[in-house]
């Protein structure tokens, strides 16, 4: 059985959570629904960060250059050819396969320059309001782009982090590469990258402090906040984005304002975290929610108690489990839902699992149901397999039927698999002991497991 949702670093053994590393974990089947936004480098107090801001600014206006010498197709290749970015994994494409812009996109990225006059004498400063002006331009078309002009530091960074965490890399051909020097686009460049192991495709790495879920400058943003929508719009007439843009093209100097508002309020932009806890209230909230609902499946009793709880679980073990995702399967025509967690091993219980029950992930199925009886113990069972491991867990109402106790104690004795059960009163401990932030609710899962491990023979 293979990994659910497999992520680089636990297809190499490196047994760090997210939290820890400066790089944002790639997947190797999908993208990360993040975005590099260049404004975080315009932001950001590093003076590396900074300078590579600038580098991709003097690129883009190096467009300008182009135009005037009547270089437009040059200028239309080289836009193209970066507006595209497959190996940093960003996104929310499930095949980590993206598409270029278009010429005529291109092209009419690259007229703003002829039409706008300031942008033709003084280019951009943030080249992602180009949002602000050409339909279809959204934000994993301005991180792609923005990831290509500094490609040559990505993949530095990438090689660094690599030598770091000891992650085996191997020699790829880049199908692009950004060249700074002669501001070219070089073709089928070679690397040492680490690498996709089914489809051995090039994977870059970006840092977690450059990533936002949207761009600090971006559309929506304008259009609900500054957009003067009584100078584009007739009363009555419809909302039309096109209206817009047309608008922002003829009004440079309410776009200029805009930017220099974003400016003024630069110490509110901060990065996105690639997972948040929710607050106290909000887990004391979904808790209560939980032990309120009837157990069995009336009134969607069920599915309610799989929504509320993978929210809960997911924060209250961040950050020593990772959440990967909630996944639905069929065991003789019964329908089980399982929470997936990636194995991090950053405490002694989690690597006791990982060594003695070979779990490179763990799984929780969710039972609503008044008592666990022996079909659920199979089901559970049969899943507990190679690569997923031997140790499960059951989340569900109430304290197993001692017939049920002693049922997983003779698995354990007879395949050395350990099946577990977290129940409402142990919720209510872990929300708990989230509250007080004196002790981490993974300890309860940890006691949970010594008291199991008690109870079996020696």
């Known amino acids: 059985m293979e990994l659910i949702r497999p992520r680089l670093t636990d297809y190499h053994g490196i047994h760090k959570s997210q939290s820890k590393l400066d790089f944002a974990i790639q997947f190797f089947d999908e993208d990360i629904p993040l975005y590099v936004d260049p404004f975080l480098l315009w932001n950001s107090p590093s003076q590396q960060d900074q300078a590579l801001h600038t580098t991709i600014i003097n690129s883009f206006n190096q467009l300008n250059y182009l135009v005037k010498k009547n270089k437009l197709e040059e200028a239309i290749e080289i836009l193209v050819s970066i507006s595209e970015c497959s190996e940093v994994g ?47 331009i959204s934000k994993d078309r301005v991180s792609d782009i923005a990831c290509n002009y500094i490609k040559s530091f990505l993949i530095d960074y990438t090689m660094e982090q690599c030598e770091t965490h000891a992650i085996p890399i191997e020699g790829v051909i880049l199908d692009t590469l950004y060249n700074y020097r002669t501001n070219k686009v070089d073709l089928n460049v070679k690397q040492r990258l680490p690498v996709n192991p089914t489809t051995k495709e090039p994977i870059i790495f970006t840092p977690k402090r450059w990533l936002k879920f949207n761009p600090w400058i971006n559309y929506e943003n304008y259009f609900q906040k500054y957009c003067p929508r009584d100078e584009v719009f007739n009363p009555n007439e419809p909302v039309e984005k096109v209206k817009v843009l047309n608008f922002n093209r003829d009004n440079y100097g309410v776009i200029e304002e805009y930017v220099k508002y974003k400016e003024k309020n630069a ?192």
Request: hydrophobic content about 35%; proline content about 4%; some cysteine.
């Open 90 to 136: 960003l996104g929310v494409s499930k095949t980590r396969k993206g598409v270029r812009m278009g010429n005529k996109q291109a092209k009419e990225i690259l007229d703003l320059f002829s039409n706008i006059p300031e942008y033709s004498q003084f280019g951009f400063s943030h080249f992602e309001v180009i949002q602000l002006y050409i339909a279809g």
């Open 267 to 458: 110490s509110d932009c901060h990065s996105d975290p690639l997972f948040s806890q929710i607050p106290v209230l909000s887990a004391r909230r979904k808790l209560n929610e939980i032990l309120k609902l009837n157990t069995g499946k009336d009134n969607g009793a069920d599915m309610k108690y799989e929504e509320l709880a993978t929210q809960l679980l997911a924060s209250l073990f961040y950050p020593h489990l990772d959440f990967a995702q909630t996944q639905s399967r069929t065991d003789s025509g019964r329908h089980i839902r399982d929470l997936i967690f990636y194995n991090n091993r950053d405490v002694d219980f989690l690597d006791e699992i990982f060594t003695e029950y070979e779990n490179r992930q763990l799984v929780f199925e969710l039972k609503n149901v008044k008592k666990i009886e022996r079909d659920h113990v199979n089901q559970l069972n049969r899943y507990l397999q190679p690569n997923i491991g031997r140790f499960g867990v059951f989340l569900t109402r109430n304290p197993l039927p001692k017939a049920m106790e002693s049922n997983i104690v003779d698995l354990w004795s007879s395949q050395r698999k350990c099946i577990i059960a977290i129940t409402d009163e142990d919720l209510r401990l872990m929300v708990d002991v989230y509250e007080s932030k004196q002790r981490a609710p993974i300890e309860v899962l940890k006691k949970k497991y010594i008291e199991f491990r008690r109870s079996c023979p020696s």
